[in-house]
């Protein structure tokens, strides 16, 4: 009988050991705590053709960089949560990215301009030191800090879990 | 408003079922017996349909208030995908898993009136819909403001084997719930005489659907992904197969426990098991941790969620487990031509199997966590060369097990003679069938298939002879079993494919076929535009037109290629294209003999466990 | 009594025996099918040692892809950015392969002429995202 009992402790820590493996794996891979980082410094164009230097954007307030393009499909499901959010008083930074601008400028205009800069970055060169994987994705800045990353759609349950706590602490 | 309703009834049935939970285990610990009242059963699957309509009702109209909706479906799409979207992407699709659990409930419970397994059922139930409903609300609304399109559903799944595949594969996912609530209510209350056989019952149902399931599902990649692949070693499409697998185990495990009253241990834990590695597949997928094609979007925190739930599923059911008193009969198994030795080697090699498909497909996640983040993948060769000997043994020795009997009736050696004397005939005369192409894989092939087919016949043989009743049901499924591995060893060896650039007027060939490239023709759809491309295909005997499409769905503004398949049971002729390259289009012919074997041959598997349910007496 | 233990050491000796067979074989499976992922840069830091097939991955360059006329070679560069290496395939490409955009080739690596030999090419299905493990070498 005993033989039995030891293979079902060996399929049991063979269970146990796989469990270990897929939490150490989705903590790795999870950003439950975003590490700060610096907002990486440069210069970007803006919309209207002249280059801005990204210390510019410091404030001593929160603000929002949302990277987005008109390629992008997801990026026309949160609109609506920016254009509320600009409502409510919140500083938007839009980066384009990886889009053209002439269809960039028409959307803003079809849709409404939930952004207080608008920078453009053909080449996604920004983007990349940034660390963009694609859009849409929206930071939390303050001064010169990345405080909090959120890659996808943003949406209320998305700003009260990622981005409240944050803001509040 | 009606995707509050729809929430509403949701949190209703968690509710239910939660306060259930709570309400019978406070009576279990006081006076040993559970309660339940049919009111509370139907009110509870009534309000988890009342929420999978809901839903439903908010596809159909278009309402793309509600995020869900407008991530997974479009004002253009055709109205029986718009139904099918809902099980699209992840909220929904665990809305339908919920939606199937409840079914089986309210199934269950008109059977059998065990309360115990019910208790069992609403516990797996409370878990999974508190997931939805904190983690994954298909009800979210993307308030305040709303698109006026939505975003379309993948081109991939607008597709009418993606209508049936997942609810098929579903409905056998959560029927494996029922074979561990009844392993967990035999744990509890001893006087549950029949529980064996009722559990295999319940488990040839859930087999029987993820047959089916998982054979969509690879009829489905075939034609749809456009490579004439029908297998190929996705962890999304392992983790289908490895619950499979140890739920075949579970069968015959149960099948001994029930007639001979042995393994019951090993059948309880392997009812576990079987739930266990659906869990865990349902994990793989959701969590985003391997990196597949079908994998929906990386949400880490979903994922810690799951693995919560699994591992109290895990711990919760050991504790039960250990405090049982199961006993089995003194003796394990009779001589080594008995049944009983047969079905020990089944489950050893189920099992080893499944584990060596498991160790695959987390290898790479393994690998990371020890080598500072290096990646790897694990190929496909890796799963051909590991699954191939395990199978051949398991086909090889299913022939005599289906002849063998329980150690209660001796086997007699002289049928261990007659059956070799068979398969030797049938291996012989089936490679005169080939012998125009005989190599390795085919007398493997041959082998296996001749083995089992061997038992078969010999096994009706001597039940007609003896006027015993023939176990159709087990004959229909272990057939089938046989037809597949023809289907696959017939497809993996003969197989041949020619890759160039046609042109007009430079008719090409393939075997037996000559293959002309005609002309394209643009065409435009409800919710799709698409190029199609049209080749002349002459064969010795017939001749005719075949049309490939390139599509592109401007909503998701994405291109999907279209192969053309000419099918038939001797083979099928499967062209798919690439780019088109100045006067002509980049093609990929392919000739795929015997390929329908293998759909066929899951087919009559499924046949087989069905054909049960005629049996089922405590049903 | 007795003959059921020595029935029962059989039954367990088979396990053990089964279970150790399939140990092997899954080891020297898993020793020859593992195909290591290697990012531009990390070809050139460290190459592939080792006769297995890798995988390699990056964007597309733009104006790097180059298609024969008469046959289905297809040559272009996939970078990380800070380096560049030419694969080599001959095939239908993916749907979603495009210049800019991230691609995962499977093949070997020839270190003499820094290109890769690929049988396979996967471009994800989701246009929006960059494969994992691209994302991961992009990062770095």
């Known amino acids: 009988m005993k033989i039995t009992r030891y293979i079902g402790y060996f399929f049991l820590i063979l269970t146990l050991f796989i469990f270990s493996i897929f939490f150490v794996n989705l903590f790795e891979k999870g950003e439950f705590n975003f590490p700060e980082k610096n907002l990486p410094s440069g210069e970007i164009k803006t919309f209207d053709g002249n280059l801005l230097d990204v210390s510019l954007l410091k404030r001593n307030e929160f603000s929002l960089l949302n990277v987005w393009a008109t390629w992008c499909i997801n990026c026309k499901l949160e609109h609506g949560f920016l254009m509320a959010k600009k409502t409510e008083g919140w500083n938007i930074v839009g980066l384009n990215y990886k889009d053209d601008l002439e269809k960039a400028l028409k959307w803003l205009d079809q849709y409404g301009n939930p952004y207080s800069v608008n920078l453009y970055d053909q080449e996604g060169g920004y983007g990349f030191n940034l660390g963009v994987s694609g859009a849409p994705e929206t930071y939390l800045l303050r001064e010169d800090k990345i405080l909090q990353k959120h890659i996808g759609i943003m949406s209320e349950k998305v700003w009260k879990d990622k981005f409240i706590p944050l803001i509040d602490k | 408003m009606i995707p509050e309703i729809g929430l509403l009834f949701l949190v209703l049935a968690f509710t239910i079922s939660s306060f259930y939970v709570f309400g019978n285990s406070f009576s279990f610990y006081r006076n040993n017996t559970f309660i339940i009242s049919p009111t509370i059963v139907y009110l509870f699957s009534l309000s988890v349909l009342l929420s999978f309509i809901c839903l439903e009702i908010s596809f159909l109209t278009d309402d793309f208030s509600v995020l869900y909706v407008a991530n997974n479906s479009n004002e253009n799409l055709p109205d029986y995908y718009k139904f099918a979207a809902l099980w699209g992407g992840h909220e929904g699709s665990m809305l339908l898993y919920l939606l199937f659990l409840s079914l089986w409930t309210l199934i269950f419970y008109l059977k059998s009136q065990s309360s115990f397994g019910i208790f069992f059922l609403f516990v797996i139930f409370s878990l999974f819909s508190g997931f939805v409903i904190f983690t994954s609300n298909p009800f979210e609304r993307l308030l305040p403001f709303s698109p006026e399109g939505g975003l379309d559903l993948n081109p991939l799944l607008q597709d009418f084997a993606f209508t049936i595949h997942p609810p098929t594969l579903y409905l056998g996912y959560t029927a494996l719930t029922l074979p561990f609530a009844i392993a967990m209510a035999r744990c509890i209350d001893p006087s549950y005489k029949n529980w064996a056989s009722d559990l295999k019952n319940w488990s040839v149902i859930s087999w029987s659907f993820l047959t089916l399931g998982i054979a969509l599902g690879s009829w489905w990649a075939y034609y749809e992904l456009g490579w004439g692949g029908w297998w190929f070693w996705d962890p999304v499409e392992n983790s289908s197969l490895i619950p499979w697998l140890i739920a075949t185990a579970l069968i015959h495990s149960a099948i001994a426990t029930s007639k001979r009253n042995i393994f019951s241990k090993w059948t309880v834990l392997l009812s576990l098991g079987a739930i266990l590695s659906s869990y865990i597949g349902l994990f793989l997928v959701r969590s985003g941790i391997v990196t597949s094609v079908h994998t929906f979007a990386l949400d880490p925190e979903r994922g810690l969620i799951l693995l919560f739930i699994i591992l109290f599923v895990l711990i919760f059911s050991l504790i039960i487990y250990s405090s049982s008193k199961l006993t089995d009969l003194s003796y394990t198994y009779g001589s080594i031509l008995s049944r009983e030795f047969f079905f020990l080697i089944n489950n050893v090699f189920l099992i080893i199997l499944a584990v060596a498909i498991l160790f695959g497909t987390i290898y790479p996640i393994i690998y990371e966590i020890f080598s500072g983040g290096k990646d790897i993948s694990v190929g496909k060769p890796y799963f051909d060369s590991v699954t191939v000997p395990i199978a051949f043994f398991l086909a090889f020795f299913q022939g005599f097990g289906i002849l063998s009997n329980w150690s209660s009736r001796t086997t007699k050696p002289k049928t261990l003679y007659f059956y070799f004397v068979i398969l030797i005939l049938l291996t012989v005369s089936l490679s005169a069938l080939f012998l125009n192409n005989i190599s390795v894989s085919i007398t493997v092939t041959n082998l296996m298939i001749s083995s089992i087919l061997a038992g078969l016949i010999y096994y009706a043989f001597l039940q007609i002879k003896n006027s015993r009743k023939v176990n159709l049901s087990m004959g229909f499924s272990h057939f089938g079993i046989a037809i597949m591995i023809l289907g696959i060893g017939l497809v993996s060896s003969l197989e041949s494919q020619k890759e160039l650039i046609a042109f007009k007027e430079k008719p090409f060939e393939l075997e037996n076929y000559k293959i002309t490239y005609l002309g394209e023709e643009k065409n435009i759809a409800q919710n799709f535009s698409s190029d199609e491309v049209s080749f002349r295909v002459e064969n010795l005997n017939q001749e005719f037109n075949l049309i490939a499409e390139k599509r592109y769905y401007p909503v998701s503004k994405s291109i999907m290629t279209e192969a053309a398949i000419y099918p038939s049971i001797k083979e099928d002729l499967y062209i798919s294209i690439g780019d088109q390259v100045e006067e002509g289009w980049v093609v990929k012919a392919q000739l795929k003999p015997f390929v329908r074997l293998i759909w066929l041959g899951a087919l009559i598997m499924a046949l087989g466990g069905f054909l049960s349910l005629f049996r089922f007496k405590s049903l | ?140």
């Open chain 3, 1 to 140: 009594m007795k003959q059921h233990r020595l029935k029962r050491l059989y039954g367990v000796l088979f396990i053990v025996f089964c279970s150790a067979l399939a140990f092997v074989l899954v080891y020297f499976a898993i020793r020859d099918n593992v195909n290591l992922f290697y990012s531009p840069s990390d070809l050139f830091e460290n190459p592939p040692q080792g006769r297995n097939a890798i995988r390699a991955g990056g964007l597309v360059e733009i104006g790097s892809v180059r298609r024969a006329t008469d046959s289905l070679e297809i040559e272009f560069i996939i970078t990380d950015l800070k380096k560049s290496i030419a694969v080599n395939y001959t095939g239908i490409l993916p749907d979603l392969f495009k210049e800019n955009a991230g691609v995962v080739a499977t093949g070997y690596f020839d270190k003499s002429k820094m290109s890769l030999d690929a049988y396979q090419i996967l471009a994800k299905h989701d246009e929006n995202y960059v494969p994992k493990e691209v994302k991961k070498a992009l990062e770095k």
